[in-house]
T-cell receptor
């Protein structure tokens, strides 16, 4: 298995909703990442997990809450989002926390209404 | 401030042309440089470059890194309409005294190949 799987592929949520994005990999990678990509912009880093511990939070608002329950799974919990949070959310993993090739999932396209 | 800059921002070529995409970087704790192709969804991996001067090739695509001048190029020969995409350059930076890393993307080059 050489893939990073993200679910759901599309999500529409209201500003008062709570939802979660899920990311899974079975490549034995020990680092996982969340990126946010707005239209016509490059991906921007949100969070880095190394060995299931949060290593980087790029000053992301608290309405985004990451969780890494085990080495294969990464969640992003969403609560009280704003319309400007609508974007493509990409999950990635790399073999080692210090680098190696990054593999990206196909993303979740989130629309906040 | 860390910077990864790509040029040109946009390019339109005819099928069969050869194109060169540029990526320059100024970052702390550089480890490697990656090239990705992005169409509608997730970026797909093309190359990872860690050492200077060693060309990597995959079919019609090739890339090289110059760590002295802090840049990389991606060449595509005999372009096809299927090469139309955004090409992203990204730099792996070591952080937290080497126990973690992050990938910082450039602005991207939008390539359109016409018949």
């Amino acid at each position: 298995d050489t893939e990073v799987t993200q679910t759901p592929k599309h999500l529409v949520m209201g500003m008062t909703n709570k939802k979660s994005l899920k990311c899974e990999q079975h490549m034995g990678h020990r680092a996982m990442y969340w990126y946010k990509q707005k239209a016509k912009k490059p991906p921007e880093l949100m969070f880095v997990y190394s060995y299931e511990k949060l290593s980087i939070n790029e000053s992301v608002p608290s309405r985004f809450s990451p969780e890494c329950p085990n080495s294969s799974l990464l969640n992003l919990h969403l609560h009280a989002l704003q319309p400007e949070d609508s974007a493509l959310y990409l999950c990635a993993s790399s073999p080692f926390p210090w680098g190696g090739g990054y593999t990206f999932g196909s993303g979740t396209r989130l629309t906040v209404v | 401030e860390d910077k990864v800059v790509q040029s040109p921002l946009s390019l339109v070529v005819h099928e069969g042309d050869t194109v060169t995409l540029n990526c320059s970087y100024e970052v702390t704790n550089f480890r490697s440089l990656l090239w990705y192709k992005q169409e509608k969804k997730a970026p797909t991996f093309l190359f990872m470059l860690t050492s200077s001067g060693i060309e990597k090739k995959s079919g019609r695509l090739s890339s090289i890194l110059d760590k002295k001048e802090l840049f990389s190029i991606l060449n595509i020969t005999a372009t096809q309409t299927g090469d139309s995409a955004i090409y992203l350059c990204a730099v792996i930076q070591s952080i937290n005294t080497g126990t973690a890393s992050k990938l910082t993307f450039g602005t991207g080059t939008r390539l359109q190949v016409t018949l």
